[in-house]
């Protein structure tokens, strides 16, 4: 009787318990992500005020043709390819020379380690409080350490002028976006063993050459992923933009997450909105695909 | 000093000027007082350095009522997520199951969806449970997106764990569940700690759905509250910059606890692929 009740509960135990302690998950992703998507392209089909709840119209493809007709989705586009492109490349550039200083025999290095990483946790408001902060027209200590180097000849407001005000933002999440490059190449640095560097000195390599040779191809799979997942991040992540500047001035630094916030929250158009923000994943989407086309490319060259 | 010894210690000190620089100045502008702020041409020190900004900043404004939403939103997360997490993670590290790598997969995709893609109609759905400027809208979000990065780190934690103590303790009669209990929980208690943190951090810098669920003063947390401070006001540095110190300082320190075991968590799987 016992070891029969004790194989039915051996078998509960196998087939049903993994999934019971998924359940709890899966309820979460179901209700707060599942549901919200399909409900959001459901949305994008129609036209709909929430103050107005009584009026919620189907319109077709309306919405949509109506995307590819506005100027300003072509300006946010414009604008989102300058942010994504500009922002991961330096990031990605900052973050090499980060992981090769931190790569070094220094006293303090695991302190320091930890140190750098301190931009990835901070909160966005602060940053963004930051950087205002420092890159203001009057008071901001940018201008004030370009105008003592002679780099500008007056003072410059950097987030309030039409063709500054993107690439200062930008900067803001480049120099975010920078420590968590540094330590995830860092990692894929720390994993390639020492006799291959020993090895290669002994045969007369110089620190170029290893780079070249030995460094960079074991560490581009870390940053390939990186790469994608800063891609991921920021496209969709537009929480300096909407601080900073929230998108303006005029349209100039306006992206296109940050343009369906405006176009649901301000101008109350939740089924215009929800259709940018589709079209933002699409975008994304192929943005990614593209990414690992050209990577192909590169490695047939090899 | 060897010459390459200087190089280096120079690198690295300009590295850390660049990391820390912003920190800093921002410190340095909270503790100035309000006269001193906007001179021309600047001045880097404060001649008389003090708290008035601080002081200000909890009389005056709605600073403390932030804070207090921003504490219970990342409480109530932490304990949901942690919990829903380690069953999932437990789940995932010690069962063979059909359908275990696509069930895998959704939580990675998960992450990836644009946020405002997912606030639209996130907040019609608040809306309908009539829990808009209320804690519980952004509990329920800030768990469900803690959840799949949470569970990840957890897995890899309860992974590095023996299978033979698992064994040893059935053979003595335990349950799984009962495994969970006595066993991986306790020994993995640094990752759980790790997560724990993790969680609290990414509750208390959330800004969008913050901004998107809550309109009322009673219900925001401090990154929206600040956020407001910089429409509503003429700009208070002093003001603003001290209430930076105070958002970005428990998150700070927290992370310096974990980022050993953090950045093992991050880094392990984009390594091992």
Redesign the interface.
Known sequence: MLSERNSYFNKWEKRVLPFLLLLPAFTLIIGIVAYPIIRAIYLSFHSFNPLKPSIFKFVGLENYIRVLNDPIFIIALKNSIIWIVGVVFFQFLGGLLGAIILKQNFKGRAFVRGLSLIPWVTPSVLIAIMWIWMLDGNYGIINDILLKLGLISRYIPWLAQKDTSLPAVMIADIWRGIPFFAIMLLAAMEAIPDELYEAARIDGANSFMIFLNITWPLILPTVIITTMLRIIWTANHMDLVLIMTDGGPGFSSLIIPLMSYHTAYKQLNFGYGSTIAILQGVFLVIIISLYLRLLRKGESIY | MKKSEFF??F??FL??T???A??I??FI?SIKSYDE??????KYLPSKPTFEGYKLLIETTPFLTYMKNSIIVAIFTVTIAL???I??S???SR?N?KG?TP?SF??LV????????????????M?NLKILNTPFSLI??H???A?PFT?WMITGFLKSIPRELDEAAQIDGC???GVLRHIIIPLASPGIIAATIYIF?YS??E??YA??FTSDIKART??VG??TF?GEYIIR?DL??A??II??LP??IF??FI??Y??KG??KG??T?
């Not at chain 2, 702020?37 to 600047?42: E, G, K």
């Not at chain 2, 606030?119 to 019609?124: S, V």
């Open positions: 280096k210690y690198f690295v590295w850390l660049f990391i820390l912003p920190y100045w921002i502008t702020l906007y001179t021309f041409p600047l919990f829903v997490a069953l999932a437990y789940s995932f069962f199951f275990k069930l959704v939580f998960t992450q990836m969806f644009p946020a405002i893609l997912l606030a639209i109609p996130l907040f019609l759905l809306r329920l979000a768990s469900t997106f959840v569970t349950t799984k569940l951090i208390w810098n800004f969008l901004l998107t401090i990154p600040l956020h910089m540095w603003l910059t209430g930076g958002t970005g998150v700070i992370f310096m980022q050993r953090l950045i991050l880094t984009a390594i692929g």
